[in-house]
């Protein structure tokens, strides 16, 4: 993918959180990410991990603040807030007849073998194309915008594992090669491992903080 120069490469604080709170979420978190980390996301059912994703993304009403690059939310209209501050859901949207229609650029065949799909795809129907396959081409349609935080909600819940090791590597490659931040709602603990930096695990009352290595 394209890479991004920005003047926040490897800086510290480049994502902050500060008691943000959304209906749905029974606590208000306070979070600080520097550039290039991948925070793995987990909790049960309920707890608010989706509700946090969209608050952030500010698709829904919430409290708190947000800063990304010393820049708050707010001082971003939320259209160029919701390009630099990604949402990837789990269900991924399609509404033409044909794949290739919802990119502004197509991606190449080098790009889509990268993670595993082939090039004929983007001739095809979404309808006909599994969940695992939109999924990836929705990634890919996502970081042409070249976000600057990816907000990741189990995009690989529906891929096998050969698959979904390839998404890693193109979102961890990536996140380091644009000084970008991941954030990823995984219920996989193997998964967890191999990605996070850090790991934010939400519970009924409350959530918890980790440092990763």
């Not at 991948?38 to 049960?44: A, E, F, Q, R």
């Not at 191999?194 to 519970?203: G, I, K, Q, V």
Request: charged share 20%; net charge negative; with cysteine.
């Amino acid at each position: 993918m394209p890479q991004t120069e920005t003047k926040s490469a490897d800086k510290k604080g480049f994502f902050k959180i500060e008691k943000l709170q959304a209906k749905g979420m029974s606590v208000a978190i306070d979070l600080q990410l520097n550039s290039q980390d991948i925070c793995m996301v987990s909790g049960p059912s309920g707890s608010g991990k989706s509700q946090f994703f969209k608050a952030l993304a500010d698709l829904i009403e919430h409290t708190g603040k947000v800063q990304l690059d010393e820049q708050a939310l707010q001082q971003i209209c939320p259209e160029n807030w919701r390009v630099q501050v990604m949402y990837f859901s789990a269900e991924t949207a399609w509404w033409e007849d044909m794949i290739a229609t919802h990119f502004e650029t197509l991606p190449n065949a080098q790009q889509l073998e990268t993670i595993g799909l082939d090039i004929s795809m983007l001739n095809a129907n979404p309808d006909s194309l599994s969940s695992g396959e939109k999924q990836r081409l929705a990634l890919l349609r996502g970081l042409q915008y070249q976000p600057k935080v990816l907000l990741l909600d189990e995009i690989t819940a529906n891929l096998d594992p050969s698959s979904e090791h390839l998404v890693e590597t193109m979102v961890k490659e990536y996140v380091q090669q644009n000084h970008a931040i991941a954030l990823w709602i995984s219920h996989d603990s193997e998964q967890t491992q191999r990605m996070a930096t850090t790991t934010l695990t939400f519970a009924k009352q409350g959530y918890k903080i980790e440092t990763m290595g």
